[in-house]
Every structure is written in C-alpha cells, then in structure tokens.
T-cell receptor
Framework: DAGITQSPRYKITETGRQVTLMCHQTWSHSYMFWYRQDLGHGLRLIYYSAAADITDKGEVPDGYVVSRSKTENFPLTLESATRSQTSVYFC?????????????FGEGSRLTVL | GENVEQHPSTLSVQEGDSAVIKCTYSDSASNYFPWYKQELGKRPQLIIDIRSNVGEKKDQRIAVTLNKTAKHFSLHITETQPEDSAVYFCAAVEYGNKLVFGAGTILRVKS
C-alpha cells in the first residue's frame, strides 16, 4: 500500500529553470492539494483539485501551474523558479467519496532555488 | 477567505505538565477544525478533529474544545511526554473544502 508519494524528495535548481514536482496517490481520493511550508508561515495552500480536470487556486498560486488529467496524479510545475520558491512542498489527498476533512500528506519535496 | 491565528508560536513544558495551544478563526461558516502534529523531518498527521456541532472531544491524553460564539478552539495535551515534542498545526475548513492552517506551535517537552 504505497498511499501518497512525492518525487523528487530533494531538488536543487537555478533561478529561471522549470521544475515539476510529482504527486501520486493510490487511494482514488477525490481531492488533492499542494501546500508549501515555510518557517513562520505554517502550511499555505498553493492549488487544489476536487476531481480530475478540476483545479482551483489557493492562497499563494502565483508562479505555479498544476494539472490533473488522472485522479491519481497531481503534478506541480514552477515555470520559472525564483529564490522565494525555496521551500518544502507537501502534496495531500482526501476523500474517496468526497471531502472527508482529513488530509493525508506525502513525505514532502524539499526544493532549493539558487 | 478564512484566516486562522495560532498561539503561542513556541511552548516549553516540563514532562508531566499540561500544554494548551489556542487558535482563532474568522469565518463563522467554518464547521470542521482539525489538529495536525508534525515531528521533525516528517509529514503532518492528523491527531484529533472536531466538528461545529460538538463542544469538546477527547482521545486519551489529548482533547480539543470549540467555542463557536467566540470563534476559537484549543488543543489540550495532559501528562506530556518527550514524544509529544513536535510542531502542532490547527486548521479550519474554508468554502470549497480547503483547509487553512495556522502558523504552527513548536512544543518542547523537557524531561
């Protein structure tokens, strides 16, 4: 039972490069989320998806792009990485038949932008 | 949108003492309030939650209370142990089934 997995776990890139963080869940959960975690800010929502082909912005969406062509995958792309996007990124999922409230988080992806 | 404020940002207690973390929320329509624990280098995990039709919920040494009128909720940990040391996040559900998190509380339990 793999659950929810993120890749890569660690990534170092340079300013201006495109980066894609992958998220895959095996539970057929309807909802998927991307959060970033920064000291002093807690977990801030970037984008979320209620189902395949349905996505919406969260609190801090600028500079990020998402897609959800399949229920199990929810990739996050930084089109032109900036130093302010250095962070730990968590993917999460919830709800087989709808939103249940409880989020199941992946292990996180630590991104450093030089 | 929803705004969640969490206090204190850090909390140190002696092993065996109680710890209390408080959160306030802004959206009176919010009806679900979970608490997550994140150990160092790990993912956040749900430890307890409460819905707006309940005033208090307990699970062994942890409890959560909710005051809808005042729009605040609190996490209570009794008989703290070293393994309780972690970052704790409160959250509230915003319209659209989005969880909005507080900034977190670093709890240190000294033995």
């Amino acid at each position: 039972d793999a659950g929810i997995t993120q890749s890569p776990r660690y990534k170092i890139t340079e300013t201006g490069r495109q980066v894609t963080l992958m998220c895959h869940q095996t539970w057929s959960h309807s909802y998927m989320f991307w959060y970033r975690q920064d000291l002093g800010h807690g977990l801030r929502l970037i984008y979320y998806s209620a189902a395949a082909d349905i996505t919406d912005k969260g609190e801090v969406p600028d500079g990020y792009v998402v897609s959800r062509s399949k229920t199990e995958n929810f990739p996050l792309t930084l089109e032109s990485a900036t130093r302010s996007q250095t962070s730990v990124y968590f993917c999460a999922s919830s709800g087989t038949g709808g939103f249940t409230g409880e989020l199941f988080f992946g292990e996180g992806s630590r991104l450093t932008v030089l | 949108g929803e705004n969640v404020e969490q206090h204190p940002s850090t909390l140190s207690v002696q092993e065996g003492d109680s710890a209390v973390i408080k959160c306030t929320y802004s959206d009176s329509a919010s009806n679900y309030f979970p608490w997550y624990k994140q150990e160092l280098g790990k993912r956040p995990q749900l430890i307890i939650d409460i819905r707006s039709n309940v005033g208090e919920k307990k699970d062994q040494r942890i409890a959560v209370t909710l005051n809808k009128t005042a729009k605040h909720f609190s996490l209570h940990i009794t008989e703290t142990q070293p393994e309780d040391s972690a970052v704790y996040f409160c959250a509230a559900v915003e319209y659209g089934n989005k969880l909005v998190f507080g900034a977190g509380t670093i709890l240190r339990v000294k033995s």
